[in-house]
């Protein structure tokens, strides 16, 4: 459920491809980045699926990177989106 006072992320991965590590490491990431400002929910789910919504808007897709993972520099991207939606 969306909470109303904060930025909420939704991170949706792949139980059987163990997606789960990677997960943990966003959401770690989304806390340093907004602490208690942000809400991040964990969504399991199946067929290769990584995906980030901020606010409902899909800012991270897998399969629409080309099948990638998230390296650093594109985390960072997604941090700096966070930051700047806090900010607004």
């Known amino acids: 459920m969306p909470l109303p006072d904060k930025l909420n992320i939704e991170i949706t991965y792949c ?3 163990s997606y789960h590590g990677i997960a943990a490491w966003l959401v770690s990431e ?7 400002r942000v809400a991040v ?3 399991p789910g199946e067929a290769g699926v ?4 901020v606010d409902g ?3 991270y897709d897998k399969k629409a ?4 993972f998230p390296d650093v520099t594109r985390v960072k991207e997604l ?3 966070i ?3 806090l900010a607004s």
Do not use: S
């Open 83 to 85: 930051r700047q939606r």
């Open 57 to 59: 808007d899909k800012v």
């Open 15 to 17: 139980v059987p491809c």
């Open 41 to 43: 929910a964990l969504n």
């Open 65 to 68: 990177e080309d099948g990638k």
């Open 30 to 36: 989304f806390f340093a980045e907004g602490g208690n």
């Open 50 to 53: 990584l995906t980030i919504k």
């Open 79 to 81: 941090r700096a989106d």
